[in-house]
């Protein structure tokens, strides 16, 4: 990956419906180039896909909820099964294999406290293997970004 790919992977996660004539000029290469570049960048895995950014107020799920969870046991089979069943829970948003105190730690959008109540109650105590569910609500969000930082190739 060079400065070229690096300038069209950070114009994109600004603005991924930027047309690829807009694109090419802001990165200074031909359109040809560009868009072969960003075909590249998709073919290789570096771009996953594209998607809009919802407001979660506007869509009524202004609540977050960190939950730590802790498994009663720490198998691979465990995990997995663990794993397999918290992506179908649609209000996760985010899930992490954790080391220290806990085993996952989750993101969780909501509605409200009884929207919150719910999901824990018939989803996520419900999931395989849970020993323990500790839940953190998020007062109000400080930072948020999807933006990862691309920096230029050292030299």
Known sequence: M?????????ELQHEGR????????????????????????????????????????KAGLS????????????????LQVFEDAVRAVPEVMDCYLMTGE????LRVVVADTEDFERIHSQQ??????????HSSFALRTVQKSAVLPIRPAEA
């Open 2 to 10: 060079d400065n070229f790919d690096r300038a069209i992977l950070a």
């Open 18 to 57: 930027i047309a690829n004539v807009q694109l090419a000029e802001r990165v200074h290469l031909s359109e040809s180039a560009c868009l072969r570049r960003v075909r590249s960048l998709e073919n290789e895995g570096l771009i996953e896909g594209y998607s809009a950014r919802v407001d979660p107020h």
């Open 63 to 78: 609540g977050i909820v960190f939950v730590s969870i802790t498994l009663e046991r720490q198998d691979q089979d465990e």
């Open 102 to 105: 806990f085993d996952y730690l």
């Open 124 to 133: 996520l105590t419900r999931l395989p293997g849970v020993a323990r569910v």
